[in-house]
């Protein structure tokens, strides 16, 4: 499975992916655009070679911390409209507690390790850069 | 002297006006040269904040790191995925 896409996210793949009689408990994680103020549209876009790297490595991380369980996301690039989904995350393992962690763990890793961007689109045009600091960069359309 | 690549993206390239470079300076290097050579050359990229993220060879490291010649340079704005 591609850890980069330009196509909507469909969760069952990712399902697909981790499911296994012997892992009886399953997480899933799905990160949506907002509408915040006016917000139509956030456009992904990533260094990609590190970006899949990185996925690689933090997949490998939790592989290597919870050994019974299967983890896989998918991250999608482009403009991407309110309402769907940019990231998906989906853990499976024996019992319930180790799926939630393991899913917690990539979320959170990913929002502190992987080269991604985003720019905000408005209805009237203008875009802007998101810098999680706070400090937003304003364009005119 | 030796070439590195550097590499932008989304708000550094558009203050840099593109997405890829090399510049030529003395190897082994820090990250730190290569970025005070990129603001000599690239005039846009003084606004880089005084310490931006930076990876070399697709993993983020600290900006006292090595660089040698052929070595890829990727200066990062704030990371936003998710």
């Known amino acids: 499975m591609m850890h980069l896409t330009r196509h909507p996210l469909d969760v069952n793949d990712l399902l697909a992916a981790v499911h296994g009689p012997e892992r009886g ?10 509408n915040d103020g006016d917000v139509t549209g956030i456009e992904y876009s990533a260094y990609e070679a590190m970006a899949f790297a990185e ?3 933090i997949l490998g991380e939790a592989q290597a911390q919870w050994t019974d369980a299967r983890v896989m996301l998918q991250h999608r690039l482009g403009l991407i409209p309110v309402g ?10 024996p019992h319930r507690d180790d799926a939630f962690r393991a899913c ?3 979320i959170e ?6 080269p991604i961007w985003k720019k905000e689109c408005r209805a009237d045009g203008t875009t802007s850069w998101v810098d999680p600091s706070g400090k937003a960069v304003t364009h005119g359309p | 002297m030796g070439k590195v690549s550097v590499r932008f993206f989304a708000r550094y390239a558009e203050l840099a006006g593109c997405t890829w470079s090399a510049v030529n300076l003395e190897t082994p290097a820090t990250v730190a040269d ?3 050579q990129v603001r000599e050359v690239f005039p846009g990229t003084k606004a880089l904040p005084p310490q931006p993220l930076a990876a070399v060879n697709l ?3 600290r900006l006292d790191a090595l660089v040698n010649e052929g070595d890829e340079v990727a200066l990062l704005p704030p990371l936003a995925g998710g």
């Open chain 1, 25 to 34: 408990g399953t997480c899933v994680f799905t990160g949506t655009v907002r």
């Open chain 1, 55 to 57: 996925i690689e490595r």
């Open chain 1, 84 to 93: 769907e989904a940019s990231i998906a995350i989906a853990a499976a393992a």
């Open chain 1, 104 to 106: 917690r763990f990539v």
């Open chain 1, 109 to 114: 890793e990913v929002k502190k390790r992987l």
């Open chain 2, 34 to 36: 290569v970025i005070a």
């Open chain 2, 59 to 61: 993993r983020q490291v």
